[in-house]
Every structure is written in structure tokens, then in C-alpha cells.
């Protein structure tokens, strides 16, 4: 079962836009990490945010978490028509704090 | 490093046929992890070793799939025999020391029919 949920399913937006992604989760965590899947590929780390941390950026990526209510979201800023992927957030699901459960993803679609 | 590397990228075999799926993780990596893909059910994880060893295998959907890792540079996914709703990519992935980033692989898509 999964322990992140994206929000939205699919999103579609112009370049130069913001492009905002959710995730909603269970049980409490020590870090809560973002990967993108281009399509027909492997899933690639973006990002990992720690329980104790409340925003990270990474270049164009902003990352937050809110613990209080177990969410993160994901924000693109100017986004470009590379950056076309679905996106997920993984959790660690086992209490050794070693295997990652993924939602579902967010499709991002940016035209030109 | 040239990644984690999987083989086949695609496979396509008829019911009942045995199908094995190979994975090289990333040198130096500890843990390595089998996910199985699809629209319905998403990612899920099959199984995870660590230093060779299957550590949690409870993801693993029935007896007809199993897996080792007889060294730190190779693994397989076995499916003895197939059926179409296994059809699925599969993907491995590499990691150091447990959940702090995974690499991934390309995947392995897989049709049964």
C-alpha cells in the first residue's frame, strides 16, 4: 500500500510557469525524499528533506515539509518543456529506516 | 560509474515461460532493491538486500517469484512460470547505506502473453 499520495494526478502548465506538486502521507518519518521519472526511464533523485527541516531548495526545486500535517510539496519554479515527468515522493516504510515507499506520482506536462 | 544496469530492456514471453531479469547496481552500494511498476498499482517493492543478503521479501506476490544476489554486483528476478498479469516494468535500484537516495536502473519491461 502506499504511504505517499500525490496531488494532483496530472498537471499541465506553459513554460515560465510555477508548477506545484503534493504529497500527503501516513505515519511519521525521518526523511521524505522527491525523484522524477521521465518516461520509459528509471526514477531519478531530486531531493531528500529531513523531518527536522521545514524547506530545501536544489537549483529551481523548492521543497517543504509540514509534519504537523504530514505533507511536503514540491515547487518548479519557470519551468521548462524538459522538465515534462511524472514526479514522486517516497517515504522510508520499514522502521529499519532502509526500503522507500512511493505514491502514485504527479504528471507534469509543460508545452512551449 | 555506468549506473545501475538492467537486462533485458524488454521481454516479451508466453504464459508459463520461466523469465529471469538481471541487475548490476552501482559499485560500492549496499542495498539493493526489485520494484515492480504498473498504472494500477504503481510502484511497488518486491524485495531489498543488503550486503547480498534478502532482508524483506514480503512484497514478493506469490511463490512463482524469487530472487538472489549470489555477489555485491549481480542480481536476479526470477518468474517461474509467468502469466500475463505479471506483465509489468521492473525496475532495480542501488542505494548506500539504506534509504538516503536511490539509483535506479533503466528497468525491464516486461509483456506476457
Known sequence: ?112 | DAGVIQSPRHEVTEMGQEVTLRCKPISGHDYLFWYRQTMMRGLELLIYFNNNVPIDDSGMPEDRFSAKMPNASFSTLKIQPSEPRDSAVYFCASSYRGARGYTFGSGTRLTVV
Open chain 1, 1 to 112: 500500500s502506499q504511504q505517499g499520495e500525490e496531488d494532483p494526478q496530472a498537471l499541465s502548465i506553459q513554460e515560465g510557469e510555477n508548477a506545484t506538486m503534493n504529497c500527503s502521507y501516513k505515519t511519521s518519518i525521518n526523511n521524505l525524499q522527491w525523484y522524477r521519472q521521465n518516461s520509459g526511464r528509471g526514477l531519478v533523485h531530486l531531493i531528500l528533506i529531513r523531518s527536522n527541516e521545514r524547506e530545501k531548495h536544489s537549483g529551481r526545486l523548492r521543497v517543504t515539509l509540514d509534519t504537523s500535517k504530514k505533507s511536503s510539496s514540491l515547487l518548479i519554479t519557470a519551468s521548462r518543456a524538459a522538465d515534462t515527468a511524472s514526479y514522486f515522493c517516497a517515504t522510508v516504510y520499514n522502521q529499519a529506516g532502509t526500503a522507500l515507499i512511493f505514491g502514485k506520482g504527479t504528471t507534469l506536462s509543460v508545452s512551449s
